[in-house]
């Protein structure tokens, strides 16, 4: 039968495969060709693995580019069995659910299934800080990106943002890597350790991953832990219950940092006296809150979490004030695209979940039209309710199927409509919008009923409010 490798088992970054196997040339089959597998298959190539990548539909010229410069075998437009159930290690993308017929043959064969980032981990021995959270990642992994670059250090971005963690690993030579990781990232990773974690906040969300059980999500999200030391960091919001509640279950020994809005036993980062006090064992920081670049109670936690890890990191304080107050936002995350006919348009598109919902409502100051629908991840809306008959004059439902909007939320504002395209949903907010109002695209769930992803939702609203 030859030699057995557990993969799981190992630990050291720096170790090739090929020396545990000098006789077998490993296999290793990639699972999806976008920015994650591509990556993978060109650093399992350059390892000297034998490398096959799989993708059940078309992979872009860009990434076949990479592939064929790296002289990977690959297909497209479908799977061959025969050649991806002989592997000796599996890497997934972390768009394939586990319920793909795929996962289930390889699963039931018992093959060793990981993601790109425990792949590429095992090649770099760069400090990591991994950013998790249903809401606010993004954001705050590219203002701590912002932070540590514009302070001067060897930093690559990575993760659900940024260029492929493995290419940048073959390719690049970073100290640092600033890491947004996906609850389906974490579930494929294993020995990774995080230097720094952060961990934003636990909110029901891909429940339709996870067999709609939230205690599945939260177990995914509370994966960014595991295997951290005493020598390592964890950051977090400290009004959690839940990261609470799941951090005392785990009895981890990694050094705690927890921020809140306001002082409270244990917080080390927080608001007093209208201004931000960070305190670590690597210096303390303050800044007056009204400098801050990005406004709302939502990035005020963002900004808390990036500061202490920069903090962590080395960088000083008045690199860290400088990019705090001068970083310009996120695309899709509460961007003002145009003001028309006295109204603000605002595209909130990277509003996956109800309560990043919650969060751009919390923060809107004038009467909000709002634009929401598309693919529910069996959403609750709930959370949401009381801020739409506060705020909201009207609702846009923008999907295939709002019977579920409907059911919930009929009855709840004065005006409420259906549209079954961006064009659409912009007109009838158009036409509905008074000098004074918001309309908000922030649309509480997934985007593939009608549109590629979040980003092409997000540009089509774009597109159409500057036509106005």
């Known amino acids: 039968m030859g030699l057995v490798?557990?993969?799981?088992?190992?630990?050291?970054?720096?170790?090739?495969?090929?020396?545990?196997?000098?006789?077998?040339?490993p296999r290793i089959v990639v699972l999806g060709g976008g920015?994650?597998?591509?990556?993978?298959?060109?650093?399992?190539?350059?390892?000297?693995?034998?490398?096959?990548?799989?993708?059940?539909?078309?992979?872009?010229?860009?990434?076949?580019?990479?592939?064929?410069?790296?002289?990977?075998?690959?297909?497209?437009?479908?799977?061959?069995?025969?050649?991806?159930?002989?592997?000796?290690?599996?890497?997934?993308?972390?768009?394939?659910?586990?319920?793909?017929?795929?996962?289930?043959?390889?699963?039931?064969?018992?093959?060793?299934?990981?993601?790109?980032?425990?792949?590429?981990?095992?090649?770099?021995?760069a400090k990591t800080i991994c950013i998790t959270g249903s809401n606010g990642k993004t954001t705050t992994t590219m203002l701590t990106y912002h932070i540590l670059k514009n302070a001067g250090l060897n930093v690559g971005l990575a993760g659900n943002v940024g260029d492929s963690f493995a290419l940048q690993v073959a390719e690049c030579d970073y100290e640092w890597y600033v890491i947004e990781l996906s609850s389906f990232q974490l579930d494929g990773m294993f020995d990774f350790r995080a230097d720094i974690a952060v961990l934003l906040n636990i909110t029901p969300d891909h429940l339709d991953r996870y067999d709609y059980k939230f205690q599945n999500y939260v177990d995914a999200k509370m994966r960014i832990i595991q295997n951290q030391t005493a020598a390592d960091a964890f950051i977090f919001?400290?009004?959690?219950?839940?990261?609470?509640?799941?951090?005392?279950?785990?009895?981890?020994?990694?050094a705690v940092y927890p921020f809140a809005e306001s002082r409270g036993k244990g917080v080390i980062a927080c608001v007093e006296n209208n201004k931000i006090i960070i305190e670590t064992p690597k210096g303390n920081f303050?800044?007056?809150?009204?400098?801050?670049?990005l406004p709302g109670k939502h990035n005020l936690y963002n900004s808390l979490a990036a500061g202490i890890a920069a903090k962590l990191a080395g960088i000083k304080n008045e690199d860290i004030r400088r990019s705090l107050?001068?970083?310009?936002?996120?695309?899709?995350?509460?961007?003002?695209?145009?003001?028309?006919?006295?109204?603000?348009?605002?595209?909130?598109?990277?509003?996956?979940?109800?309560n990043s919902t919650w969060y751009a409502l919390q923060s809107m100051k004038t009467p909000v039209i709002l634009i929401l629908g598309g693919t529910d991840k069996g959403n609750d809306y709930t959370e949401i309710e009381a801020l739409v008959r506060e705020k909201c004059r009207?609702?846009?439902?923008?999907?295939?199927?709002?019977?579920?909007?409907?059911?919930?939320?009929?009855?709840?504002?004065?005006?409420?409509?259906?549209?079954?395209?961006?064009?659409?949903?912009?007109?009838?907010?158009?036409?509905?919008?008074?000098?004074?109002?918001?309309?908000?695209?922030?649309?509480?769930?997934?985007?593939?009923?009608?549109?590629?992803?979040?980003?092409?939702?997000?540009?089509?609203?774009?597109?159409?409010?500057?036509?106005?």
């Open 35 to 125: 920015e994650s597998g591509t990556g993978a298959a060109a650093l399992a190539q350059k390892k000297g693995f034998e490398v096959f990548l799989s993708d059940s539909g078309a992979i872009q010229p860009k990434y076949k580019e990479i592939l064929e410069r790296y002289g990977v075998e690959y297909e497209e437009n479908g799977h061959s069995e025969d050649k991806i159930l002989n592997a000796n290690e599996v890497i997934k993308s972390p768009g394939i659910p586990d319920k793909a017929p795929i996962i289930k043959k390889l699963r039931e064969l018992g093959k060793p299934i990981i993601s790109e980032i425990e792949f590429a981990g095992r090649y770099t021995d």
């Open 5 to 25: 490798f557990n993969f799981k088992e190992q630990t050291k970054k720096d170790v090739s495969l090929a020396e545990f196997m000098p006789l077998v040339m």
């Open 394 to 468: 009207a609702l846009i439902f923008l999907g295939v199927d709002n019977s579920k909007l409907h059911a919930f939320f009929d009855g709840k504002t004065p005006l409420i409509s259906d549209a079954r395209s961006m064009q659409e949903a912009v007109a009838q907010a158009y036409e509905t919008a008074e000098i004074g109002d918001t309309v908000l695209l922030s649309p509480c769930c997934a985007s593939f009923d009608l549109f590629k992803n979040y980003e092409d939702r997000g540009d089509q609203f774009k597109y159409y409010v500057r036509r106005l």
């Open 325 to 354: 107050s001068d970083f310009k936002g996120v695309e899709h995350r509460l961007e003002k695209v145009a003001k028309v006919r006295g109204a603000e348009y605002i595209n909130d598109s990277k509003a996956t979940n109800v």
């Open 286 to 293: 303050d800044m007056e809150e009204e400098l801050l670049a």
């Open 237 to 254: 919001w400290n009004d959690d219950p839940q990261i609470r509640r799941e951090f005392e279950k785990r009895h981890s020994h990694v």
